[in-house]
Each structure stands twice: as C-alpha cells, then as structure tokens.
C-alpha cells in the first residue's frame, strides 16, 4: 500500500480505512470536553420510515433482492443482442428501441421501481458471461440497463487524450501493473472500500469475473443510518448537514468545493420526505497516490468522528450480497450506502466488474440545489457522439463526479 501524507495543518489523525480504536476514543473525548447540541437541526425527522429504512442482520427475512434471469429471459436477450449488431451502430445508441425486451422490460420496470421507491436495491442473476466477447457482454449489460433505468452518465471527460463522454468504468486491481501516484481511489486495488456513495442516481455493476477470496458486495440503507445518529447523536446531524471542505484533487492543489454531506428534502406534491446523503470518504482523507491538499481546510474533529460514524454505523446494519460472475447489482445511490471487502486475486480468478451511473426519469428523485452541480457533471449535455464504452480497466481521474 503506498502512503498518503497527513493533509493540511491541523487535520486530525484519520486515514481513509477507519480504525474503531480511534472513533471510540474520539467519541469519548468529545462527549467528556465538549458541549453537544442535544437537538436535530429545524425540520429534520426524528425518524425516517419506510421500505428504503431497514436492517440487513434481518432484511433477508421480508425481502428477496435476487432476480434470477429464466431461460425465456436469456433467449430475449440473445436475440436482442443480436437485433442491435444487425443495426450497425455505435454503442450510444443503445435504448429500449434498439435493444427490446418485449416480455423482460416489465420486470425490469418494476425493478427500476423497487430500487427507487421499495427497498433501493435489486440483483439481477445469471448473465452468462462466458458465451460472449467483452463487446457483446458490454453490449447486454447496458441494453438490459436501458430498461430498468434508460439515461446514462459519463464516468470521465476524456478518451486516449481527447475530449469524450465515458461511459462505462472498469473495476479492477490494477496496483501491480500502474504507478501508484496514479491511483487516487480503491476500485483501481484489491483493498478494502469503505462505506461511501458514487455519483449519480442509480449505480449498476456487472461481474465479469470474480476473484479467487473476499471481495464482498455490501449495502447499508443511509435512512436505517440517519435514524440511529439522530436518536443518539444529534450533533452529528449537524455536522454533516454544515458545510465541508471537499478535496478536488486538482493540479494546482488548493482547489476544493464546499457543501454538506447530507441534505433534507421535505415532503413536496407527490414526493415523500427524503434525506440524501452524497459523500466519499477519500474525498477528506486522501488515498494512495491522491492525499488531502495541503492547501484546503483541514476536516474538523467533529467531522472526522462524523465519517467514522457513517462507515461504522452503516457496517452494523449493513447486508452482504453473494456477488458473482454474470450478476447485475442495481443500487440507488441516493439512498445505499456501499463498500466492499479486501480480495485476493489468483492468476486464473480475477475480481473485474464494470460500472454505469443511471437515471431513470419516470422515477427520479428531486435533488437539492447544492447538489445540481455534482450531477451536471455525470448527466449534462452529454452526447451520444462523443460517448465512449472502453473494453479493458484503465484509470480514470480522481475528481469525476465529486
């Protein structure tokens, strides 16, 4: 693991894989010498309820998140398949036109609506990766994609040093075989990922392959989340709903971006009462070849017990998936947290996933005004011509949708 230095003056002493040693300490020192606010900040819930809030030590009991393709299923998408290589166009023309589903696209409706207004995630099994090229598995991924949620957002800005919408993003340990100042963030190594959100509104994954040990898929409902710090710890309500200074890893490296990490949305016409929660943990701690600028404000010691608390809080009541090769995991990003255990890879079983950043109009949820910036960057004015849908893992950069 290559080092990542310490950050600004007067950042506090956390890294980005959280050590519960240092978060109880915190949390005592805080609570004997410091005055906490007892209260939620005006307006916020003191309980969020409904299907997106649960516990994953129970949630297997009410609710099946698996989707196992049948064998119509399979042969519907075959021939879609081979209905979009006999039109001769590019990648980015792939719609719910191009790519039908006559029959599968109800159930993936219904699963676009359970990922959005039931219990935020679903897992669609059975893709038999190993009947395809990579093209033609890129292919089916992003035509059954097109179904449960049909916009796509960019993942990187340029390709092969050209301006581009990027598409699709690999997944994969590629610390062995790139400089490791070059990695800014854990998809690119076989380490541990901690809880954290993506950009976007909905997150899909497809396991091309897996590797030989560990690597695990697990999500934690951010209501579950909320419900537990607001009861016991108000304050840190607060503080996640104050301003951060968010690290834009940039060139000059005093570059930074401020806003909360969550946000309120009152009930509103047909809209429920949301909180959304959008944050990366490197994003304050720095990772690998990407450390927190010198330059920015340091994280608070309020904040640092803020992040240790999502990621352990998250980790009590999280759900682990059994992820595996030609598996689909739809996530919504709005409302799931998600991480990932450490893996070891083999020379014949190597982990490798590729990733889409979705959004399903019919179903979207309203975004805060502090938050229409960092979803401009993954939607806005992005053109089919100038889409790209890479094949092999490279890296990308390390400020795509912070």
Known sequence: ??????????????????????????????????KLVQSLPEGFPA?????????????????DWNYHLTPADLAEIDEALKHFKSLGKPLGEISQETF????????????????????????????????????????????????????RGRQGKTWQGKPADVIVAHIKDLSSTVDAKDIGAPVYTAEKQVFHTDSGDVIGLFALSESEEGGESYLASAGKVYNELAASRPDLIHTLSDDWAFDDFSKDGDAYLSRPLLYHQPAKDDSPERLIVQYARRNFTGYWGYPRSANIPPITEAQAEALDALHFTSEKYAVALDFHKGDIQYANNLSIFHARGGFRDSKE????????????????WEKHEALKERFGRVYADLKTESSVFPFEATIRGANVGT
């Open 349 to 364: 079983k190597q982990r490798h996933l590729i990733r889409l950043w979705l959004r399903d109009p019919e179903f979207e």
């Open 1 to 34: 693991m290559a080092a990542t230095t310490a950050g600004p003056v007067g950042q506090p002493d956390i890294a980005y894989t959280p050590r519960y040693e240092n978060y109880k300490a915190r949390t005592t020192h805080r609570i004997q010498t410091e």
């Open 100 to 151: 039908p589903l006559p029959n599968l696209h109800a159930t993936l409706r219904e699963i676009s609506r359970e990922i959005h207004n039931g219990h935020g995630f679903k897992v669609v099994r059975g893709i038999p990766v190993g009947q395809y090229t990579r093209e033609e598995n890129i292919t089916i991924y992003v035509g059954v994609s097109s179904h449960v949620a049909p916009i």
């Open 47 to 63: 309980k969020l309820d409904s299907d997106l809030v649960w516990d994953g030590n129970n949630l297997a009991e009410s609710y």
